[in-house]
């Protein structure tokens, strides 16, 4: 099979999660397609796949393509594809624009669509292992992507106090105050935000495309954020990262070995959740899940001061069950 069309997931951080599966297909394949929406395709130019084509589509138009997405597709001239997001709804889009035969995971019952497949794994693995398993579907050997070479980092803290729903940020006044603490330590210190946010002095970007996010993560010297995507970039850049996770679970979306990093995590009875917010727990008085609420700012600074003195390399979390 000499091309390969392989629909990406709709997260950038599932994304990034994919380029071991991604670099290990491109060695093995004379061509691959990567499907992914246009908010997303600068991470090719940032971080490139050989003997890969995009073909990006408008966001808002999954899973019902535009003509000219599906133009695209057929042009490619796909010999077979990959479906990574788990829906019967992506495996059908692919069917829909023409390509075939499909491989992915026997989800949602839809492996009648699929001429090999894998059953999902019965235990948890972290989602980049997850997607290198469907190497096996192509007896392909996995590979790692290249790592970034190491650079100069300047005395830059980069903070991100967004996520994709609200309940799985940390306080945006604790973030402030680890960005005081920062400052005092000599730092520079620059908020990251896809909106408007009220800091008290400290810079601010809002909406920075994918490249010019990506130059500020390869030279800072510290990146603190929430269970999202931009902590992933800051990882695949290379900066040292602490995550702050919440209603996810850090043995699936949790850091890689890229660069120095530490999860803070607080286990709960109904930790991981299905994250329907506020069914399965009890918010807290500020209208958060308790596995957010309770990480403190001294909890977190006692982490940024082991990272930017020592230098540790990257542990799995060390998790304490709360009741």
């Known amino acids: ?15 990034l999660f994919a380029y071991d599966l991604l670099f290990s297909l491109s060695c093995h394949f004379d061509r691959i397609g990567l499907c992914t929406s246009i908010q997303h395709s600068d991470l090719f130019s940032i971080f490139p796949v050989p003997n890969a084509e995009v073909i990006a589509y408008p966001a808002e138009s999954w899973p019902h393509w535009d003509p000219e997405t ?8 796909a010999d077979g594809g990959l479906v990574l997001p788990n829906s019967i709804g992506s495996a059908l889009a692919l069917r829909w624009a023409g390509v075939s035969p499909l491989y992915g995971y026997d989800y949602e019952h839809r492996g009648f669509l699929l001429r090999k497949s894998l059953k999902p794994p019965t235990h948890r693995m972290h989602q980049s292992e997850y997607f290198l398993e469907l190497l096996k579907l192509f007896d392909i050997a996995p590979a790692r992507y290249p790592a970034l070479p190491n650079c100069k980092r300047e005395s830059l803290a980069i903070l991100h106090p967004g996520a994709s729903k609200k309940e799985r940020a940390w306080h945006l006044d604790r973030f402030v105050e680890i960005g005081r603490k920062l400052k005092e330590e000599g ?3 620059m908020f990251v935000s896809g909106e408007e946010l009220h800091l008290n002095g400290f810079s601010l970007t809002i909406k920075p495309s994918l490249g010019e996010f990506a130059e500020l993560l390869k030279r800072c010297a510290l990146f603190i954020g929430n ?45 991981p959740c299905r994250q329907r917010f506020f069914v399965e727990c009890e918010p807290s008085s500020n209208q958060k899940p308790f596995c957010i609420e309770t990480i403190t700012v001294e909890e977190v600074w006692k982490m940024v001061k082991t990272i930017l003195k020592d230098g540790i390399e990257y542990r799995p979390p060390e998790t304490e069950l709360r009741t």
Not at 70 to 77: A, D, G, V
Request: with cysteine; glycine share 12%.
């Open 187 to 189: 730092l520079a210190v």
């Open 227 to 271: 269970d999202s995507g931009p902590l992933h970039l800051a990882q695949q850049c290379g900066a040292p990262v602490i995550g702050i996770y919440g209603p996810g679970d850090p043995s699936i979306t949790g850091l890689r070995s890229l660069s120095t990093g530490r999860v803070i995590y607080h286990s709960f009875p109904c930790s």
């Open 70 to 77: 599906i133009q695209k597709i057929e042009h490619f001239q």
């Open 1 to 15: 099979m000499p091309s390969l069309f392989v629909k990406l997931p709709n997260w950038m951080g599932d994304i």
